[in-house]
């Protein structure tokens, strides 16, 4: 009977019932199952408390049209069975339940958090949502009580966290609880991340009275008052805050080219380099994993271009080639990207491989204005977050503020964004850097670029702009509409 049940509603959501019983969703039951009863052991659920959900992986399917394996509520997580999952479409409807057991058990029933897993499925294109019940979450929240957000930087599992490294900073919204946890659905469009790790690092800093939101981890009194343990040193400490003149944005994103650094500096010194060594590059790292990555993505891109007709894109040969062939393919593409000054990952990523040799060597050095140093001490000072976004990859705009003609500048720097967020272009690109920020309002994010198709996509999701004018960019067209400055001095 529940066979039938269970092909009835699968025909309904137009999915056969052989393919629920496919090897792809058997395994991916049998995946939640064991992680559940991991996150047990390792102590981040209790009993019948959170919830792990996954999608059942298919490259034949598109990720947003695949289907989700959801555990159930009221079972206990150590105890956790294949059988026992929730097999949902891509929408969320029920396609399979598991068959109620005898009693003492209760009968199924779907988690209460499935519309907050559905959301966070909808804005992250998410390939699994983990709801975890581990203390530290909540303990963490009480130490600062009547902050919006869980802010950490300088932990080494911020790594952990996509987008983020060792110098970012971590920030996670904190959403009030309700009683019904399905009541939170709106409140999770906010869209946090956690890590039980950096939760409970905060609070053994905490404990030890050290800052775990600044990048030295100084003593909380610097912070907070003189005397940690007395209600006065608290109340003057917040007052003093309360007090202080606080900055026109919480946030700021700054582009690279043309607004933090001149774009004779790309042109001239960066491309060259990248386009004299990079068949230098790919001969010496050949076998490693990264370059094989990078040839992955560069196959994927030039197969794209073919079929779209970019000049420049040549054929690259399959992998029974030889070493010689195969790089000779690939520098003549690299190549033509360079040359017309392509936004893709697949030349980023390796450029940026290209350049961190350049800088390991001494034969690169980053080069910025003169009033970026004078500015990123300013806002530091003021409590304004600063971070990157450019379409090169996150790893050379760390090189380039690493190793800076003012020296090492990135602890002014709370993260960065490249394309893999999206296209500079491209509206949602500055929407998802918001969500990711944790801002109240897009407006708190300043945006500043000399680019003005950026910022009339940054506008468009609600950002405040400012457009940056140096010696070397390129004309901007009459009546913008945007303020410019010649200098962050101006900011």
């Known amino acids: 009977m529940a066979t039938a049940a269970a092909a009835a509603v699968s025909v309904a959501n137009g999915v056969c019932q052989a393919y629920l019983e496919s090897k792809h ?9 064991e992680l559940c009863r991991h996150f047990y052991t390792q102590g981040w659920v209790s009993g019948t408390g959170g919830s792990i959900t996954m999608k059942v992986h298919d490259d034949s399917i598109p990720k947003s049209q695949q289907l989700i394996v959801m555990s159930p509520s009221g079972v206990q997580k150590e105890r956790m069975l294949p059988e026992d999952m929730y097999l949902l479409s891509s929408t969320g409807s029920i396609l399979c339940a598991p068959s109620p057991k005898p009693y003492p058990h209760k009968p199924p029933k779907c988690t209460d958090c499935a519309p907050l897993f559905m959301k966070a499925y909808e804005m992250r294109n998410a390939g699994a949502v983990i709801h975890s019940h581990g203390v530290e979450s909540c303990i963490v929240t009480m130490i600062q009580p009547s902050s919006k957000e869980f802010r950490i930087t300088h932990m080494e599992m911020i790594k952990g966290i996509d987008g983020h490294g060792y110098h970012d900073e971590l920030v996670v919204p904190i959403i009030e609880n309700t009683a019904h946890e399905g ?16 939760f409970d690092a905060a609070i053994k800093l905490y404990q030890l009275g050290l800052d775990w939101s600044t990048p030295s981890h100084d003593p909380i009194q610097r912070v907070f008052g003189h005397q940690r343990n007395t209600n006065m040193a608290v109340n003057a400490a917040v007052q003093n805050l309360n007090d202080a003149p606080e900055p026109s944005h919480r946030c700021i994103v700054l582009d690279i080219e043309g607004t933090a650094t001149p774009i004779s500096f790309v042109t001239d010194v960066l491309f060259p380099y990248a386009r004299d060594n990079v068949g230098k590059h790919l001969y010496l790292t050949y076998d490693t994993e990264e370059t094989q990555d990078d040839i992955k993505l560069l196959r994927a891109q030039v197969e794209e271009d073919l079929q779209k007709g970019v000049a420049g ?9 030889g070493k010689d062939e195969m790089i000779a393919s690939l520098v003549a593409n690299v190549e033509a990207m360079i040359n017309a000054d392509r936004k893709i990952t697949a030349l980023k990523q390796l450029q940026g491989h290209i350049w961190r040799t ?8 980053g080069v910025v204005f003169e009033d970026v140093l004078h500015a990123l001490q300013k806002w530091h000072a003021s409590g304004i977050k600063v971070y990157i976004y450019s379409s090169g990859s996150r790893e050379s705009q760390r090189l380039i503020f690493g190793n800076s003609n003012y020296g ?9 964004f490249d394309t893999t967020v999206g296209n500079k272009k491209e509206t949602r690109s500055y929407f998802e850097i918001s969500q990711s920020l944790g801002v109240d309002e897009p407006s708190d994010i300043l945006f500043v670029t000399d680019v003005i198709q950026e910022a009339v996509a940054a506008k468009a999701a609600g950002l405040e702009l400012i457009i940056s004018v140096r010696p070397g960019n390129g004309p901007l067209p009459e009546n913008h509409g945007f303020k410019t400055v010649r200098s962050f001095v101006e900011i």
């Open 313 to 321: 894109a040549v054929p690259i040969p399959t992998n029974d080639a």
């Open 183 to 198: 009541e939170l659905t709106e409140s999770l469009s906010e869209a946090a991340e956690c890590n039980h790790y950096l």
């Open 408 to 416: 090492d500048l990135r602890k002014y720097l709370c993260g960065y």
């Open 25 to 33: 969703v058997r395994e991916t039951r049998e995946g939640v199952a």
């Open 358 to 365: 350049g800088f390991q060597n001494n034969e690169l050095e």
